[in-house]
């Protein structure tokens, strides 16, 4: 397959020093509601990010999860705490992820630590999600290997009948991670492969983080 020609001049903009604020969370925010407000098409899911997860024994491994929400000092997903990337967390909390939104030539690249949202926050998000999700969540074996998807339909049918008009209760291996920033890069694409590159780095003693341009 010959694909070495393609390439894409990025031209949207620029990004200075003199546009960056003081926490990182704030220009996260600001490109984030930028995206929100312009016009994407459907499938353009603006909050999906590739999550790397590592250990030792496990090697590297990166998945797509859904940015669910967005507080001063972390990012939240929701997922099945035994699959193969709860595992991993369980073993080693630093994690990465990754935003590529190519409509406005940008990318934001993110370390930190993942810990288990409490309880209560994985309860609310659990309980607003359709019922069909909720019923999936509690059947789903995630990163499991079955023997076929029949079995997983007739598992959601028969819970569904049981529990009846009730709601149904979060299982308690699925709920939300909150991952905490210790690094953040924002990238801005720019023509002849000049691309802006600014790293923000916490000193978490102090809580102050430093500011670094890094070379394209
Ligand atoms: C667009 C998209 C959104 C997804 N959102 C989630 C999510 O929010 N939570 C989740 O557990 N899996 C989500 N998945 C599925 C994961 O990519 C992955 O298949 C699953 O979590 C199992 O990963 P693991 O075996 O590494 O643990 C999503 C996949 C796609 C393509």
Same mark, same amino acid.
């Not at 029949?150 to 149904?168: H, N, T």
């Not at 905490?180 to 978490?204: A, C, I, V």
């Given at each position: 397959m010959t694909?070495?020609?393609?390439?894409?001049?990025?031209?949207f903009g620029s990004l200075s020093r003199s546009d960056l604020p003081v926490e990182p969370m704030q220009l996260f925010k600001d490109w984030f509601a930028q995206l929100h407000a312009s016009e994407l098409?459907?499938?353009?899911?603006?909050?999906a990010m590739t999550l790397s997860t590592s250990n030792l024994a496990a090697g590297v491994s990166s998945r797509i999860v =859904?940015? /669910?929400?967005?507080?001063?000092?972390?990012?939240?997903?929701?997922? !099945?705490?035994?699959?193969?990337?709860?595992?991993?967390i369980a073993i080693d909390p630093h994690v990465a992820i990754h935003f590529y939104w190519p409509i406005f030539d940008r990318q934001v690249r993110i370390e930190g630590r993942a810990t288990k949202t409490s309880a209560e926050i994985s309860n609310n998000y659990f309980e607003s999600r359709p019922r069909t999700s909720q019923l999936g969540a509690v059947v789903s074996p995630q990163s499991e290997i079955i023997s076929d998807d029949?079995?997983?339909?007739?598992?959601?049918?028969? =819970?569904? /009948?049981?529990?009846?008009?009730?709601?149904?209760?979060?299982?308690? !291996?699925?709920?939300g991670y909150k991952v905490?920033?210790?690094?953040?890069?924002?990238?801005?694409?720019?023509?002849?492969?000049?691309?802006?590159?600014?790293?923000?780095?916490?000193?978490?003693?102090?809580g102050v983080w430093t500011i670094d341009r890094l070379a394209p």
């Open positions: 694909i070495h020609h393609l390439r894409r001049n990025y031209t098409p459907d499938w353009f899911e603006v909050n =859904l940015l /669910k929400h967005l507080d001063e000092d972390g990012f939240l997903f929701f997922t !099945n705490y035994d699959s193969s990337k709860g595992h991993q029949a079995q997983l339909a007739r598992d959601m049918d028969e =819970l569904d /009948k049981k529990v009846g008009g009730q709601s149904i209760p979060r299982p308690e !291996n699925w709920g905490t920033p210790l690094m953040m890069e924002f990238w801005q694409g720019k023509p002849s492969r000049l691309h802006d590159r600014f790293r923000y780095q916490l000193n978490e003693p102090t």
